[in-house]
């Protein structure tokens, strides 16, 4: 079985930088990335972006090259197109690359997996022509593709602005921007202006997407609520419904962009058993990693989104972070080095931490997202509504698992992680409590669907090695 | 706090301990006699023998050292669609009761051969009311052809079936619900009290219930709670692990011990017999022989992908067969446990239940007490 | 399938062709695109119905997370498409409802 000191799942920002950092110190390393290369999503096709025009997705998107660079210069195993489907106690790395599974050992491990878009459901979010914002700059960057026309976009966060920028500046005619943030999270948000201000970089940015945004001539709409997607017979979207200033709106659109948020993408990190904590600012479960990003599964580091959100720039410093103690810890590097090279990292990323309560307390998702009406599909999968959750609640299912085994909530093939945040809430919501005494689905490996024959001749290849 | 407590608790004329499908039949099969029944069930994070039940209504190859047992399951078996249809007419729940017969497949001839001297010498003692085929390779394809030729051959039993496991504890909780049942969740029973005269005082963190009789139906949880009542439940965990996979069109008809396609249309492939302990996780080794057994027996699913997979602990006691008794010491309090909640329901919500109730019953349950087992 | 896609491509870095097949007809995709984008580019909306309800459904988060993009590539069904590239000579089947198990699946692999 093949050794490393370090694997890695992800090549994305942390990913890439936490490799470069600890192929630096001359550690042994695996980097494993389910794509067909590197960048995550965030830097996704950085290696070769599709667009000619580099001003549509603008300067953010190609500091990636930065990474980019060092991380191909880099003595390390990448392998991509590759799924880890498990990872056990022991630090056993199962994967999957082209239809056979085989296991690795690592002496440490980091999962740098990153964020999703959070799930937020709403009625007639299932219906063809309603894609994540996240998904259209996804098309962006890996295939210059653009969403038909005419295009809306519904939701609330910094990604839903940029998004909406970077389609205009392609030359996307966008119909309507509905910005479905809530009154009240202004005024929540001004208490930790303290900590936006620490990070004014990043707030004048953010106040210059904006300035840009209304400068364009996009109509944006502020305060939107009651967000609905309605079909025709062919089943497919055809209007939005909203309301807004009161009055009942809809526009005719095949089209409809939406976003509230990411959180991070939790699936690895739970199978493994780590301790996750429920993050109220961020409305989301997190695990639980020292300063290091260690967790208490010991030698598993979580580098990145994955830990908590905090955007890009604090996903590479945060993999550099990781691969350092990793290095201290296998005898590379003195603590001294360590804390020597951590010091302006941690200083570097002081304002991109402080802004982040201010960020999650201004874009926290409006109720109907959260708490979704009764006829809103919640488990895409199994089609399983909010109301038939609330209703297993209310026959007392306790939790999650209780309200997956009546309903089948979560038994589909994305293992929840389209459903899981938005059940808990709900049981939450029925039986009085909170998301954080409710709990989690149980989530076992493997994390994604692999076929019998791959299971069955789980490290066969291996074994055939003389 | 659980929404359902809200009313001060008073007494009851059964307490159950255990919401899963033991205690849930019995508490559907009392209801059904105008009793008052409360069960007592812990939280989300519980261990549940019946979420990770398999669905077979299984007769063929049960009691083979225990006539008893063996008569007990095929009482079950005849008595499911009673039970099945009361379940439907009371919530509208169709369980997918399917007692077609079932297929054990053999993959080896020695083992083909054992099983079925095994069976001939059940039908000896059933006085033949014990049907069952032997097949060969052949003549088991012809009858399932998605079979593989790969395979030694099976026995096949005209007894044997399927259901819906989790259709049915959800059907159980609503009737229960619907005929007036009460039940108090989300934490464990601390201590349970026989009361001087009588009766049995169920103690929780912040409830106090006092029930005339009281049933230990907590699957492993009956080991600790036993001893308080003058019984003994010597249950310990065994791990199967069970694979579920995606939803395809129906194409296995028969229900066998390894491999069955539920009513959703997903393939449920297990299983193994391991000592963890109280770990319900899995592993890669298991979970690839099992895919590989299931490969084997029906070569149509290798291309067809995993989607879930879990550790289901049985609830064994030492010789694998149920225990039903009634404490000695203090009379109204019974333990009930078996690691075939779903076969045996129908006689958890029939027969047992009238023994439960002092009433004369037909089949004899001294077989099942407690005092074989050495203390 | 439709012709006239509602997506549109704009100017791209290269412009390397790789010709697939959707549901029997011949698809001009672009080197990079995922089979999920190719099914959008060419128009191919609905992309599934469900297994439960035959309810119709299309790529929803492009990342691996939703599972709506599941499609037959190859002969392997329920594949994610966003999650493999397309590649000269691919043969894509758009999904209807559950999998089909057929006679010929039930010989195949002996």
New interface residues.
């Given amino acids: 079985m093949k050794q490393y000191d370090l694997v890695i799942v992800g090549a994305g920002p942390a990913g890439m930088a936490a490799a470069s950092a600890a192929a630096e110190q001359g550690l042994t390393v695996a980097v494993l990335d389910?794509?067909?290369a590197p960048g995550g999503?965030i830097y996704r096709?950085i290696s070769?972006?599709?667009?000619?025009?580099e001003g549509?997705l603008g300067a953010d998107y190609y500091h990636g090259r930065s990474l980019l660079a060092p991380f191909k210069a880099a003595r390390v195993d990448y392998m991509a197109?590759t799924?880890v489907w498990?990872i056990t106690g022991a630090r056993e790395v199962?994967l999957s690359v082209q239809g056979r599974a085989r296991?690795l050992q690592a002496r440490r491990i980091l999962l740098a997996t990153g964020a999703?878009?959070r799930?937020a459901p709403f009625p007639g979010w299932?219906?063809?022509?309603?894609?994540?914002c996240?998904?259209a700059q996804?098309?962006?960057k890996?295939?210059?593709?653009?969403?038909?026309?005419p295009l809306v976009l519904a939701g609330s966060g910094p990604l839903l602005l940029l998004i909406a920028l970077q389609l205009h500046w392609?030359?996307?005619t966008i119909a309507a921007v509905l910005d479905t943030t809530p009154k009240e999270n202004y005024l929540e948000a001004g208490r930790h202006l303290g900590g936006a201000l620490r990070g004014w970089k990043m707030l004048l940015k953010g106040l210059g997407y904006l300035a840009k945004l209304k400068r364009s001539g996009v109509p944006c709409l502020s305060r939107v609520g009651d967000l609905r997607a309605e079909a025709d017979d062919?089943?497919?979207l055809t209007r939005v419904r909203f309301r807004h200033k009161g009055r009942e709106q809809s526009l005719d659109t095949?089209?409809l962009l939406v976003h509230q948020g990411v959180v991070p993408?939790v699936q690895l990190s739970r199978a493994i058993?780590i301790d996750h904590r429920w993050d109220e600012l961020q409305l989301c479960w997190r695990p639980a990693t020292d300063a290091w990003g260690e967790t208490d599964i010991e030698g598993i580091f979580i580098a990145g989104d994955g830990a908590g959100i905090g955007g890009a720039v604090a996903a590479e410093q945060a993999g550099r972070l990781a691969a350092w103690q990793v290095a201290r810890q296998l005898g590379r590097m003195s603590p001294n080095e360590r804390d020597r090279l951590a010091a302006p990292v941690r200083r570097a990323l002081a304002p991109v931490l402080a802004i982040r309560p201010f960020l999650d307390v201004l874009y926290r998702p409006a109720g109907e997202f959260l708490r979704p009406a009764d006829d809103t599909l919640v488990c895409?999968?199994?089609?399983v509504t909010a109301g038939d959750i609330r209703r297993y609640?209310?026959?007392?299912?306790?939790?999650?698992?209780?309200t997956k085994?009546?309903s089948?909530v979560g038994?589909?093939?994305?293992?929840g992680?389209?459903c899981g945040l938005t059940v808990a809430q709900l049981i939450a919501d029925?039986?009085?409590?909170t998301p954080a005494e409710?709990?989690y689905y149980?989530i076992?490996?493997?994390i994604?669907?692999?076929?019998?024959?791959e299971?069955?001749?789980?490290d066969d290849a291996d074994r055939k090695q003389p | 706090m659980s929404v359902r407590n809200h009313d001060n608790p008073g007494e009851t004329d059964v307490a159950i301990i255990g919401g899963g499908l033991v205690g849930m039949s019995l508490a559907y099969g009392l209801l059904r006699q105008g009793k008052r029944v409360t069960v007592f069930d812990e939280g989300d994070q519980a261990l549940r023998a019946s979420r990770g039940n398999f669905g077979l209504v299984w007769v063929q190859g049960k009691g083979d050292t225990c006539p008893e047992y063996a008569r007990l399951s095929r009482l079950s078996a005849r008595l499911w669609p009673e039970l099945a249809a009361s379940l439907q007419q009371d919530t509208g729940i169709d369980i997918e009761l399917r007692q077609q017969g079932g297929l054990y497949i053999c993959l080896e001839q020695d083992a083909l051969r054992q099983r079925a001297e095994m069976l001939a010498r059940m039908q000896q003692q059933a006085g033949g009311d014990y049907p069952f085929e032997v097949l060969s390779a052949a003549q088991a394809r012809a009858k399932e052809p998605a079979l593989g030729s790969d395979i030694a051959g099976a026995t096949w039993s005209p007894m044997d079936g399927h259901l819906n496991p989790l259709l049915l504890l959800n059907a159980l909780h609503q009737a229960f619900a619907a005929r007036g049942g009460r039940l108090i969740n989300g934490r464990p029973v601390q201590r349970i009290q026989p009361r001087r005269g009588g009766g049995f005082d169920v103690q929780l963190s912040d409830t106090r219930l006092w029930a005339n009789q009281l049933v230990l139906a907590a699957g492993l949880g009956n080991k600790a709670l036993a001893p308080q009542l003058g019984l003994h439940a010597p249950v310990e965990p065994n791990r199967g692990q069970v694979l579920i996979t995606e939803r395809l069109r129906p194409f296995i008809s028969y229900p066998t011990g390894h491999v069955r396609q539920t009513g959703e249309g997903t393939v449920q492939l297990g299983d193994s017999k391991e000592d963890v302990g109280l770990d319900t996780g899995t592993t890669a080794e298991e979970i690839g022989k099992i895919a590989a057994r299931a490969i084997r027996m029906y070569p149509a699913l290798e291309k067809v992908r995993l989607i879930r997979a879990w550790g289901a602990l049985r609830v064994m006691t030492p010789d694998g067969y149920p225990i039903y008794q009634q404490s000695a010491q203090y009379p109204g309090a019974y333990v009930v446990t078996c690691h075939s909640g779903v076969t045996l329901g129908a006689v958890h919500a029939g027969p047992l239940v009238d023994w439960l109730l002092g009433k004369d019953i037909d089949i004899s349950l001294e077989a099942f007490s407690a005092d074989r087992f050495p203390l | 399938m439709q012709t006239d896609s509602p997506f549109n491509r704009l100017a791209t870095a290269t412009a390397d062709t790789v010709t697939i097949e959707i549901d029997g007809r011949p698809f001009n995709a672009r080197e990079g695109d995922s089979v999920a984008a190719a099914l959008l580019a060419a128009g191919c909306i609905p992309s599934r119905t469900t297994p439960v309800s035959g309810s119709p459904r299309a790529p929803y988060c492009m990342m691996g997370v939703c599972f709506e993009c599941l499609v037959e590539v190859d002969g392997l069904a329920n594949v994610q498409g966003c999650m493999v590239q397309v590649a000269e000579g691919m043969k894509v089947r758009r999904q209807s409802g559950a999998r089909e198990m057929t006679v010929g699946d039930f010989h195949e692999a002996v």
């Fill in positions: 389910e794509q067909a999503q096709a070769a972006p599709a667009l000619r025009d549509i197109s799924t498990e199962r296991t999703q878009e799930p299932q219906l063809p022509g309603v894609m994540s996240g998904a996804i098309m962006l890996t295939s210059g593709l653009t969403p038909p026309t392609a030359g996307v062919s089943g497919k095949n089209s993408n058993g895409r999968c199994e089609e609640a209310r026959l007392g299912c306790t939790g999650p698992n209780q085994a009546f089948r038994m589909g093939p994305c293992q992680r389209m029925t039986r009085q409590t409710v709990g149980r076992r490996s493997p994604k669907p692999l076929t019998l024959k299971l069955a001749g789980l």
